[in-house]
């Protein structure tokens, strides 16, 4: 279990009875824990939060149909993890659960409601989380996207992705940075963007894609050139990763994770800061 995430090798041992502390509890609140690993090794939803996941992995959230109650165990547990996720830098509270990340997931819950309990197809679903954000932007000044925009759906995860729907000064930089490319580099991002994973063929899930993005805007010049600049090499990078990947209706669907985590050890170099087309050099043919 090697690929295995850490939910799925928790639930793995606690199906075999290897977490004595769940003999602990009644069977209802441990068969509450069981489903909750189980989701948790099927379905990551802070990768939703943020738009980093695609539709077809909210099939995931299907395992809790019936259960609103450790739906609700699970989701508190998620919320805890995100409040958690700063504490080796500073353990003395919530640091990274801040306004914007907590309205995200609050966004999150009553969507995944909606899967758990089979209101609407995952694209449906998928896209109210795309909506949602837009309209955070709008409210802000932004012009409106709309998710049946291939192109501006594209748009609208790029900068979910980026954590920048509540940031409009931020989110005009993505927008510069996705004009600044080609038409053809445009049109790869926009239709690896909207493969579902469905039924529409392979879909490319860019692992630590939302990490990279904040860490490459934290090493680059504070001038907004500097940042448009390498937001747009970003693109061209996840372009290249997408490979051509695009929506191919009645195909069978299927997800293809791509770890990334290996281009934060570019981002993160001198070379990057003084010119953003370093990464221009990886995932190339």
Same mark, same amino acid.
């Given at each position: /279990?090697?690929?295995?995430?850490? !939910?799925?090798?928790?639930?793995?041992?606690?199906?075999?009875? /290897?977490?004595?502390?769940?003999?602990?509890?009644?069977?209802?609140?441990?068969?509450?824990?069981?489903?909750?690993?189980?989701?948790?090794?099927? +379905?990551?939803v802070a990768q939703f939060?943020?738009?980093?996941?695609?539709?077809?992995?909210?099939?995931?959230?299907?395992?809790?149909?019936?259960?609103?109650?450790?739906?609700?165990?699970?989701?508190?547990?998620?919320?805890?993890?995100?409040?958690? *996720?700063?504490?080796?830098?500073?353990?003395?509270?919530?640091?990274? /659960?801040?306004? $914007?990340?907590?309205? %995200?997931?609050?966004?999150?819950?009553?969507? +995944?409601?909606? @899967?758990?309990?089979?209101?609407?197809?995952?694209?449906?679903?998928?896209?109210?989380?795309?909506?949602?954000?837009?309209?955070?932007?709008?409210?802000?000044?932004?012009? $409106?996207?709309? @998710?049946?925009?291939?192109?501006?759906?594209?748009?609208?995860?790029? /900068? &979910?992705?980026? #954590?920048?729907? %509540?940031?409009?000064?931020?989110?005009?930089?993505? !927008?510069?940075?996705?004009? #600044?490319?080609?038409?053809?580099?445009?049109?790869?991002?926009?239709?690896?963007?909207?493969? !579902?994973?469905?039924?529409?063929?392979?879909? &490319?899930?860019?692992?630590?894609?939302? *990490?990279?993005? %904040?860490? *490459?805007?934290?090493?680059?010049?504070?001038?907004?050139?500097?940042?448009?600049?390498?937001?747009? %090499?970003?693109?061209?990078?996840?372009?290249?990763?997408?490979?051509?990947s695009k929506p191919k209706?009645?195909?069978?669907?299927? &997800?293809?994770?791509?770890?990334?985590?290996?281009?934060?050890?570019? &981002?993160?170099?001198? *070379?990057?800061?003084?010119?953003?087309?370093?990464?221009?050099?990886?995932?190339?043919?």
């Open positions: /279990m090697t690929d295995a995430n850490h !939910d799925e090798v928790i639930y793995v041992a606690a199906e075999n009875g /290897m977490i004595h502390s769940l003999e602990r509890l009644d069977e209802t609140q441990r068969n509450d824990i069981l489903l909750g690993l189980k989701l948790g090794s099927t +379905l990551n939060a943020q738009a980093e996941n695609v539709p077809g992995s909210l099939e995931g959230a299907k395992v809790m149909a019936g259960n609103r109650r450790a739906f609700n165990l699970k989701f508190l547990e998620v919320l805890f993890d995100v409040a958690g *996720a700063a504490a080796n830098v500073d353990a003395r509270g919530a640091k990274a /659960m801040i306004e $914007p990340v907590y309205r %995200s997931y609050k966004i999150v819950h009553p969507i +995944l409601l909606d @899967v758990v309990e089979n209101r609407g197809s995952h694209r449906q679903n998928y896209d109210k989380l795309l909506a949602a954000h837009g309209e955070k932007l709008k409210q802000q000044g932004f012009r $409106p996207l709309s @998710v049946d925009n291939p192109s501006e759906r594209a748009l609208l995860r790029l /900068m &979910i992705m980026g #954590r920048s729907t %509540s940031n409009k000064k931020q989110a005009d930089l993505f !927008d510069a940075a996705f004009k #600044r490319l080609s038409d053809s580099q445009r049109q790869t991002l926009v239709d690896g963007l909207n493969v !579902d994973g469905t039924d529409d063929g392979e879909a &490319i899930l860019p692992y630590y894609m939302p *990490a990279i993005i %904040s860490e *490459a805007l934290k090493n680059t010049s504070d001038e907004p050139e500097g940042k448009i600049e390498a937001l747009a %090499s970003l693109m061209r990078l996840l372009g290249r990763v997408y490979n051509g209706k009645g195909q069978a669907g299927t &997800i293809k994770e791509v770890n990334l985590r290996h281009v934060t050890k570019v &981002i993160h170099g001198e *070379a990057f800061k003084s010119d953003p087309r370093t990464l221009d050099q990886l995932y190339t043919k």
